[in-house]
């Protein structure tokens, strides 16, 4: 009897854990709301559902080595990991998948997404932050001639640039190619300095043009020369023909001067005075002046040296420069601490809100790249879940009317053990957040034909035993004894399976290997000790039967 007490004691305490566990309680979760991303107090139950059972985005990354060669891919595929995983956190998706897949891809699932593009960007963004002064030497343009002089020799001069420089060699010189008012005359004090730029006719010389205003070290380019150009500043000869110490960096967004879009060519000091690597917050802002920003904060050594740094270049342009592409090049007015700010230019307040989330997660430590990407409708996981459902309902309805039909009153015990199964293998679910995938159903699915499996081996020995002439409390006792060899052996072998392939398997793979898994260790308690409780219970109730149904 005191067997019995603790049994069903026992039996009570699951069934609560697992209700509890399967409780749906409030949770304050991010949403998207009338293009604002802005936070929501939710019912839910804590029972998740898969990429495939929502709908939703599948994205696979790989390392870029066409950006150069990574020494240890798999050491740095696992900090990637980590900030990839703490940027789609930061994103507000909803039970999200971000997992490594062998040594050189990362597998990213994002269940319930509605712009895929804008999550695309926010992964693979490097976030590089640097802060670099600009050239104030006139380097590049003491270089020009030298520059255009190298494409010549080397025959790299396109047949369009050596032609509109031979047609507009006259009118066109680096100085005067977008001056206009004031900036004309401030480019002709500078021109008196480049006498070697105006004598050139290359693309450089016509092509590249100081910035109103004559900012140091900030050319412009007709948008439609930016890619030539670009072509130019990537080939070896010109990268070694470069002013030592220092950089060229495009600028992010362009500017409309009459009828054509220009963009800022920036020339750098090569040492940035400081990295985005103390950077500790950002926060998107908009401001009447300056429109969009972003606000970061710096830890204090870094502010220590953001202070020092900003306060030997007073009244020097300082470029803002993220994934190499400088966003600003604001005047330093006097010296900054630990908090400063990113201009956005024409950007919206989500490219400042995706840019702050970036920066708060961290840089990349390698590039990536997207490998493969599927989006998958929501409509076809709700299609996907009914048709699981249906499967599972007509699975279970053939299973209780076999187990009554064949087994009379112990199947209806196996049903009643069934129902327990059914309970803790979603709890178990919901108590170790995995997630319901479609494979996940039927592994669910699978689990009820072990569980009754279970029941049917140990029905089957009882019978043998009664056919053997014993007593109904010792055929039972010995059907659960000998059955549970063969009960644990087909466990034993299924779970050894299902980590295989939990271990190796993918997304889905996966979730069908966990489901599987809590299944096999709801059987052993729900089908094995549950439905012996309930014939103890039966037995305790019915002192000195002589027949049992079975």
Same mark, same amino acid.
């Given at each position: 009897m005191t067997n019995l007490k603790y049994r069903l004691i026992t039996i009570a305490l699951l069934i609560l854990a697992?209700?509890?566990?399967?409780?749906?309680?409030?949770?304050?979760?991010?949403?998207?709301?009338?293009?604002?991303?802005?936070?929501?107090?939710?019912?839910?139950?804590?029972?998740?559902?898969?990429?495939?059972?929502?709908?939703?985005?599948?994205?696979?990354l790989e390392v870029d080595e066409s950006k150069g060669t990574i020494t240890n891919k798999a050491e740095a595929l696992d900090r990637a990991l980590t900030v990839v995983r703490t940027r789609i956190d930061e994103f507000g998706v909803a039970e999200p998948v971000v997992q490594k897949i062998g040594n050189d891809r990362i597998a990213v699932e994002l269940p319930g997404i509605d712009d895929p593009q804008r999550a695309t960007e926010v992964v693979q963004k490097s976030a590089y932050l640097q802060f670099? #002064?600009?050239? /104030?030497?006139?380097?590049?343009?003491?270089?020009?001639?030298?520059?255009?002089?190298?494409? /010549?020799?080397k025959g790299i001069v396109a047949k369009t640039s050596g032609a509109a420089a031979a047609a507009g060699a006259s009118k066109s010189a680096l100085p005067n190619l977008f001056a206009a008012g004031d900036s004309a005359k401030n480019l002709a004090k500078d021109s008196t300095k480049a006498d070697s730029a105006k004598s050139s006719d290359g693309p450089f010389a016509t092509k590249?043009?100081?910035?109103?205003? !004559?900012?140091?070290?900030?050319?412009?380019?007709?948008?439609?020369?930016?890619?030539?150009?670009?072509?130019?500043?990537?080939?070896?000869?010109? /990268?070694?023909?470069?002013?030592?110490?220092?950089?060229?960096?495009w600028g992010a967004d362009t500017i409309v001067a009459g009828q054509k879009a220009y963009r800022g060519l920036y020339v750098l000091d090569a040492r940035p005075i400081i990295t985005g690597e103390y950077l500790t917050d950002a926060k998107p802002n908009t401001v009447p002046v300056e429109g969009t920003i972003v606000?970061?904060?710096?830890?204090?050594?870094?502010?220590?040296?953001?202070?020092?740094?900003?306060? /030997?270049h007073v009244r020097d342009y300082m470029a803002i420069v993220l994934d190499d592409r400088v966003m600003s090049a604001p005047i330093i007015q006097s010296a900054i601490g630990t908090r400063g700010q990113i201009t956005m230019g024409g950007s919206g307040l989500q490219a400042a809100q995706d840019l702050a989330l970036v920066l708060r997660a961290g840089a990349l430590p390698v590039p990536l790249k997207v490998a493969d990407t599927r989006? #998958?409708?929501?409509?076809?996981?709700?299609?996907?879940?009914?048709?699981?459902?249906?499967? !599972?309902?007509?699975?279970?309805?053939?299973v209780c009317v076999i187990m009554v039909v064949y087994y009379r009153f112990s199947g209806l015990m196996a049903l009643g053990g069934l129902v327990l199964y059914v309970l803790y293998t979603l709890a178990a679910l919901a108590g170790f957040h995995a997630t319901l995938t479609l494979p996940g159903l039927a592994g669910f699915v699978l689990g009820i034909g072990?569980?009754?499996?279970?029941n049917v081996l140990i029905f089957e020995r009882i019978r043998e035993e009664l056919d053997h002439g014993k007593s109904v409390?010792?055929?039972?006792?010995?059907?659960f004894k000998h059955a549970m060899t063969a009960i644990i052996d087909t466990n034993v072998s299924t779970a050894l399976t299902a980590l295989v392939l939990y271990q190796y398997g993918t997304g889905p793979?996966?979730?069908?290997?966990?489901?599987?898994?809590?299944?096999?260790?709801?059987?052993?308690?729900?089908?094995?000790f549950s439905v012996r409780t309930f014939y103890l219970v039966w037995l305790n109730r019915n002192r000195g039967v002589e027949s049992l149904s079975i």
């Open positions: 697992s209700v509890w566990a399967l409780y749906p309680r409030t949770v304050v979760e991010r949403v998207k709301r009338n293009g604002q991303f802005v936070f929501d107090t939710v019912q839910r139950v804590p029972l998740k559902l898969g990429l495939d059972l929502q709908g939703g985005m599948h994205l696979t670099q #002064i600009t050239d /104030k030497t006139q380097a590049f343009e003491k270089s020009v001639a030298r520059l255009d002089a190298i494409l /010549k020799e590249v043009a100081k910035a109103p205003g !004559g900012d140091p070290g900030m050319y412009m380019v007709a948008e439609s020369d930016r890619e030539e150009i670009d072509s130019y500043l990537q080939h070896p000869d010109i /990268k070694a023909a470069l002013p030592p110490g220092k950089q060229l960096k606000e970061f904060q710096l830890n204090n050594e870094g502010g220590r040296r953001f202070k020092s740094e900003t306060g /030997k989006t #998958i409708g929501a409509s076809l996981g709700q299609d996907s879940i009914n048709k699981g459902m249906l499967a !599972g309902l007509v699975a279970i309805a053939l072990i569980a009754v499996d279970a409390r010792t055929a039972i006792e010995e059907g793979v996966k979730g069908f290997a966990v489901t599987l898994i809590a299944g096999l260790v709801s059987t052993l308690v729900a089908c094995v």
